[in-house]
Protein backbone atom coordinates (compact mmCIF):
# COMPACT_ATOMS: atom_id res chain seq x y z
CA UNK A 1 0.00 0.00 0.00
CA UNK A 2 1.48 3.38 -1.33
CA UNK A 3 1.16 6.13 1.60
CA UNK A 4 0.82 9.60 -0.42
CA UNK A 5 0.10 12.89 1.00
CA UNK A 6 -2.07 14.89 -0.60
CA UNK A 7 -1.72 19.10 0.18
CA UNK A 8 -2.11 22.32 -1.08
CA UNK A 9 -3.43 26.14 -0.12
CA UNK A 10 -6.77 26.71 1.00
CA UNK A 11 -9.67 26.99 -1.64
CA UNK A 12 -7.17 24.33 -4.45
CA UNK A 13 -9.89 21.73 -4.30
CA UNK A 14 -8.07 18.84 -2.30
CA UNK A 15 -11.29 17.31 -0.91
CA UNK A 16 -12.74 17.50 -4.76
CA UNK A 17 -9.44 15.59 -6.46
CA UNK A 18 -9.41 12.91 -3.39
CA UNK A 19 -13.04 12.23 -4.67
CA UNK A 20 -11.32 11.56 -8.46
CA UNK A 21 -8.70 9.27 -6.74
CA UNK A 22 -11.43 7.25 -5.25
CA UNK A 23 -12.84 6.35 -7.93
CA UNK A 24 -9.98 5.61 -10.04
CA UNK A 25 -7.99 3.01 -7.10
CA UNK A 26 -8.51 1.22 -4.75
CA UNK A 27 -7.83 3.59 -1.70
CA UNK A 28 -8.59 4.83 2.15
CA UNK A 29 -8.79 8.92 2.36
CA UNK A 30 -7.54 9.80 5.84
CA UNK A 31 -8.35 13.68 6.17
CA UNK A 32 -6.50 15.04 8.93
CA UNK A 33 -8.97 18.49 9.55
CA UNK A 34 -11.51 15.38 10.04
CA UNK A 35 -9.01 13.53 12.82
CA UNK A 36 -8.47 16.52 14.36
CA UNK A 37 -11.70 17.52 14.91
CA UNK A 38 -12.53 13.78 16.31
CA UNK A 39 -10.05 14.51 18.88
CA UNK A 40 -11.36 18.10 20.34
CA UNK A 41 -15.36 16.00 20.36
CA UNK A 42 -16.42 15.88 24.07
CA UNK A 43 -15.01 12.37 25.05
CA UNK A 44 -11.84 12.84 22.53
CA UNK A 45 -8.01 12.57 23.68
CA UNK A 46 -7.87 16.48 23.22
CA UNK A 47 -11.07 17.81 24.39
CA UNK A 48 -10.49 18.59 27.85
CA UNK A 49 -6.73 20.29 27.25
CA UNK A 50 -8.44 22.61 24.78
CA UNK A 51 -10.94 23.71 26.76
CA UNK A 52 -8.68 24.04 29.87
CA UNK A 53 -6.49 26.08 27.56
CA UNK A 54 -9.17 28.59 25.88
CA UNK A 55 -11.89 28.54 28.75
CA UNK A 56 -15.31 27.35 28.78
CA UNK A 57 -16.75 30.44 26.74
CA UNK A 58 -15.88 28.22 23.59
CA UNK A 59 -18.44 25.83 24.66
CA UNK A 60 -21.92 25.36 22.59
CA UNK A 61 -24.55 24.68 24.10
CA UNK A 62 -24.65 20.73 23.72
CA UNK A 63 -20.76 20.79 25.30
CA UNK A 64 -19.08 20.87 21.92
CA UNK A 65 -16.51 23.35 20.70
CA UNK A 66 -17.36 26.04 18.86
CA UNK A 67 -14.79 25.69 16.54
CA UNK A 68 -15.17 28.95 14.90
CA UNK A 69 -14.97 30.73 18.14
CA UNK A 70 -11.77 28.66 18.88
CA UNK A 71 -10.09 29.84 15.32
CA UNK A 72 -11.39 33.47 15.88
CA UNK A 73 -9.71 33.30 19.50
CA UNK A 74 -6.62 31.83 18.07
CA UNK A 75 -6.33 32.67 14.51
CA UNK A 76 -4.16 36.61 15.36
CA UNK A 77 -2.51 34.85 18.80
CA UNK A 78 0.56 33.11 17.55
CA UNK A 79 1.56 31.55 20.67
CA UNK A 80 -1.88 30.59 21.97
CA UNK A 81 -1.91 28.86 18.08
CA UNK A 82 1.26 27.28 18.83
CA UNK A 83 -0.01 25.57 22.02
CA UNK A 84 -3.00 24.36 20.71
CA UNK A 85 -1.46 22.94 17.75
CA UNK A 86 1.41 21.19 20.69
CA UNK A 87 -2.19 19.32 21.96
CA UNK A 88 -3.97 18.24 18.65
CA UNK A 89 -1.16 17.36 16.44
CA UNK A 90 0.69 15.01 18.17
CA UNK A 91 -2.80 12.86 18.62
CA UNK A 92 -4.01 13.41 15.48
CA UNK A 93 -1.13 12.31 14.14
CA UNK A 94 -0.84 8.97 16.26
CA UNK A 95 -4.16 8.24 15.13
CA UNK A 96 -3.52 8.78 11.23
CA UNK A 97 -0.97 5.87 12.38
CA UNK A 98 -3.55 3.53 13.65
CA UNK A 99 -6.05 3.97 10.64
CA UNK A 100 -2.94 3.26 8.48
CA UNK A 101 -1.46 0.23 10.44
CA UNK A 102 -4.99 -0.76 10.04
CA UNK A 103 -6.04 -0.34 6.50
CA UNK A 104 -2.35 -1.85 5.64
CA UNK A 105 -3.68 -5.25 7.70
CA UNK A 106 -6.99 -5.15 5.80
CA UNK A 107 -4.77 -5.81 2.89
CA UNK A 108 -7.18 -4.60 0.26
CA UNK A 109 -5.85 -1.02 -0.47
CA UNK A 110 -3.18 -0.11 -2.98
CA UNK A 111 -2.85 3.21 -2.09
CA UNK A 112 -2.99 5.32 1.42
CA UNK A 113 -3.96 9.48 0.47
CA UNK A 114 -3.48 11.77 3.67
CA UNK A 115 -4.53 14.60 3.01
CA UNK A 116 -4.12 18.53 5.05
CA UNK A 117 -3.04 21.91 3.86
CA UNK A 118 0.08 21.22 6.65
CA UNK A 119 1.04 18.10 5.80
CA UNK A 120 4.56 19.12 5.03
CA UNK A 121 4.79 21.49 8.17
CA UNK A 122 3.77 18.59 10.66
CA UNK A 123 6.10 16.43 9.45
CA UNK A 124 4.45 14.02 7.96
CA UNK A 125 7.30 12.91 5.21
CA UNK A 126 8.45 10.28 7.36
CA UNK A 127 4.88 8.74 6.82
CA UNK A 128 4.36 9.92 3.11
CA UNK A 129 6.26 8.09 0.65
CA UNK A 130 5.77 11.62 -1.31
CA UNK A 131 3.40 14.25 -1.65
CA UNK A 132 1.51 15.68 -4.64
CA UNK A 133 0.42 19.20 -4.68
CA UNK A 134 -2.51 20.50 -5.93
CA UNK A 135 -2.29 23.79 -7.38
CA UNK A 136 -4.77 26.72 -8.01
CA UNK A 137 -3.92 30.28 -8.85
CA UNK A 138 -3.85 32.41 -5.68
CA UNK A 139 -6.66 34.60 -7.35
CA UNK A 140 -9.06 31.36 -8.27
CA UNK A 141 -8.27 30.56 -4.72
CA UNK A 142 -9.27 33.65 -3.38
CA UNK A 143 -12.57 33.95 -5.77
CA UNK A 144 -13.69 30.26 -4.80
CA UNK A 145 -13.48 30.85 -1.02
CA UNK A 146 -15.47 34.13 -1.32
CA UNK A 147 -18.32 32.64 -3.36
CA UNK A 148 -18.57 28.78 -1.83
CA UNK A 149 -17.10 29.59 1.70
CA UNK A 150 -18.84 33.30 2.16
CA UNK A 151 -15.40 34.59 3.28
CA UNK A 152 -14.31 37.83 3.20
CA UNK A 153 -10.81 38.87 0.30
CA UNK A 154 -8.93 40.07 3.39
CA UNK A 155 -9.72 36.27 5.41
CA UNK A 156 -8.36 34.92 2.12
CA UNK A 157 -5.66 36.69 2.20
CA UNK A 158 -4.42 35.79 5.77
CA UNK A 159 -5.17 32.35 5.35
CA UNK A 160 -3.12 32.27 2.46
CA UNK A 161 -0.38 34.05 4.05
CA UNK A 162 -0.24 31.50 6.87
CA UNK A 163 0.54 28.55 4.58
CA UNK A 164 3.41 27.67 2.30
CA UNK A 165 4.04 29.64 -0.99
CA UNK A 166 3.58 28.32 -4.36
CA UNK A 167 7.48 27.69 -4.42
CA UNK A 168 7.63 26.21 -0.73
CA UNK A 169 5.02 23.24 -2.30
CA UNK A 170 6.53 22.79 -5.07
CA UNK A 171 10.05 22.10 -3.56
CA UNK A 172 9.01 19.71 -1.14
CA UNK A 173 6.18 17.84 -3.54
CA UNK A 174 6.87 14.92 -6.32
CA UNK A 175 3.72 16.16 -8.34
CA UNK A 176 1.75 19.02 -9.08
CA UNK A 177 -1.55 18.82 -10.11
CA UNK A 178 -3.43 21.91 -11.72
CA UNK A 179 -6.93 21.79 -10.71
CA UNK A 180 -7.74 25.27 -12.37
CA UNK A 181 -9.25 24.35 -15.16
CA UNK A 182 -12.31 21.96 -16.02
CA UNK A 183 -12.10 19.05 -14.13
CA UNK A 184 -11.14 16.12 -17.21
CA UNK A 185 -7.84 17.90 -17.32
CA UNK A 186 -7.61 17.29 -13.51
CA UNK A 187 -8.76 13.34 -13.98
CA UNK A 188 -6.25 13.27 -16.85
CA UNK A 189 -3.16 14.52 -14.81
CA UNK A 190 -4.06 12.19 -12.15
CA UNK A 191 -4.30 9.12 -14.37
CA UNK A 192 -0.49 10.33 -16.04
CA UNK A 193 0.36 10.49 -12.56
CA UNK A 194 -1.15 7.16 -11.23
CA UNK A 195 0.36 5.46 -14.44
CA UNK A 196 4.04 7.03 -13.41
CA UNK A 197 3.30 5.75 -9.74
CA UNK A 198 2.92 2.45 -10.52
CA UNK A 199 5.85 1.88 -13.10
CA UNK A 200 8.11 3.95 -11.60
CA UNK A 201 11.53 3.36 -11.81
CA UNK A 202 13.11 6.79 -10.86
CA UNK A 203 12.74 10.21 -11.58
CA UNK A 204 12.98 13.69 -10.95
CA UNK A 205 10.86 15.68 -8.50
CA UNK A 206 8.00 18.21 -9.53
CA UNK A 207 7.08 16.16 -13.00
Known sequence: MRIIGVTGGVGAGK???LKMLEDMVSCIVIRTDEVAKE???PGGEAYKDIVKLL??????ADGCIDRKKMAARIFSDNVLCAKVDEIIHPLTRQEVIRRLKEASGEGKYDY???EA????EAGYDDICEEFWYIYVPDGTRIERLMSDRGYSREKCISIMNNQLS???F??????VIDNSEDSSMTRKRLKEI???TENRTGGENNE
Do not use: P
Not at 117 to 120: G, K, P, R, S
Open 170 to 175: RRHCRY
Open 39 to 41: TTM
Open 112 to 114: AFI
Open 166 to 168: DEE
Open 194 to 196: LFA
Open 15 to 17: STV
Open 55 to 60: GTDILQ
Open 117 to 120: ALLI
